[in-house]
């Protein structure tokens, strides 16, 4: 499993939106960037990919804000569209390439309620695991 903590800061005077990614690594799953950044009403995605191949796998997304559990964005295998969470349907999206190994995660139209950490993983058991996910998160505000 691979963590992002996405941290949305807006200036109101040109209402721009700077996402911070920081993330570890699982045995399995990797995310690599450590910092993105997009506008408001822009969009933005997050990298998955994995040591193994994909295509009998499913990939699983979650967001966690400040005090909360994880929330399940998606889920999603090669030849299927998945399950949403009734949240994310609209703007949040993944794309799986078995072959080179991703399954990015898409916003589109970038709000800063977006602000929170990020989790890919193989297996749906992110939310039976709570200990790892406070592990070596962090966040920043920059105004």
Same mark, same amino acid.
Request: proline content about 3%; charged content about 20%.
């Given at each position: 499993?691979? +963590? !992002?903590?996405?941290?949305?800061? &807006? *200036?109101?005077?040109?209402? @721009?939106?700077?996402?911070?990614?920081?993330?570890? #690594? $699982?045995?399995?799953?990797?995310?690599?960037?450590?910092?993105?950044?997009?506008?408001?009403?822009?969009?933005?995605?997050?990298?998955?990919?994995?040591?193994?191949?994909?295509?009998?796998?499913? +990939? !699983?997304?979650?967001?966690?804000? &400040? *005090?909360?559990?994880?929330? @399940?964005?998606?889920?999603?295998?090669?030849?299927? #569209? $998945?399950?949403?969470?009734?949240?994310?349907?609209?703007?949040?999206?993944?794309?799986?390439?078995?072959?080179?190994?991703?399954?990015?995660?898409?916003?589109?139209?970038?709000?800063?309620?977006?602000?929170?950490?990020?989790?890919?993983?193989?297996?749906?058991?992110?939310?039976?695991?709570?200990?790892?996910?406070?592990?070596?998160?962090?966040?920043?505000?920059?105004?």
């Amino acid at each position: 499993m691979g +963590i !992002f903590t996405l941290l949305l800061a &807006v *200036n109101e005077s040109d209402r @721009f939106c700077c996402l911070f990614v920081t993330g570890i #690594s $699982g045995q399995t799953v990797h995310q690599p960037e450590r910092e993105v950044h997009a506008f408001e009403g822009g969009a933005v995605t997050l990298g998955c990919s994995s040591d193994s191949s994909m295509s009998r796998d499913f +990939i !699983f997304w979650y967001k966690q804000e &400040v *005090n909360s559990l994880p929330d @399940f964005i998606l889920s999603k295998d090669l030849f299927r #569209s $998945g399950k949403k969470g009734v949240k994310y349907s609209e703007r949040f999206h993944c794309s799986m390439n078995a072959s080179a190994r991703q399954a990015p995660l898409h916003i589109e139209r970038v709000k800063p309620s977006d602000s929170g950490v990020f989790y890919c993983a193989l297996q749906p058991t992110l939310t039976h695991s709570l200990a790892c996910l406070h592990k070596n998160t962090c966040t920043r505000l920059i105004s």
